[in-house]
């Protein structure tokens, strides 16, 4: 094995980590806008279509 292919391995390694990680934060984000609104439906219902 040479040198070359150990850096190309660990850059490899650290591509896996940063994609694991950023997709994670951008599932932790899209819960969070499903929470907030999903918490917030009541208030959203009543502006959006008011009662007659």
Do not use: Q
Not at 2 to 22: A, C, F, M, Q, Y
């Amino acid at each position: 094995m040479t040198d070359e292919t150990v850096v190309h391995s660990n850059l490899d390694t650290k591509t896996r980590v940063k994609s694991i990680l950023g997709g994670s934060a951008g599932n932790l984000v899209e819960w969070y806008d499903w929470y907030v609104y999903a918490a917030f439906t009541l208030y959203f219902a009543h502006a959006f279509f008011p009662r007659r």
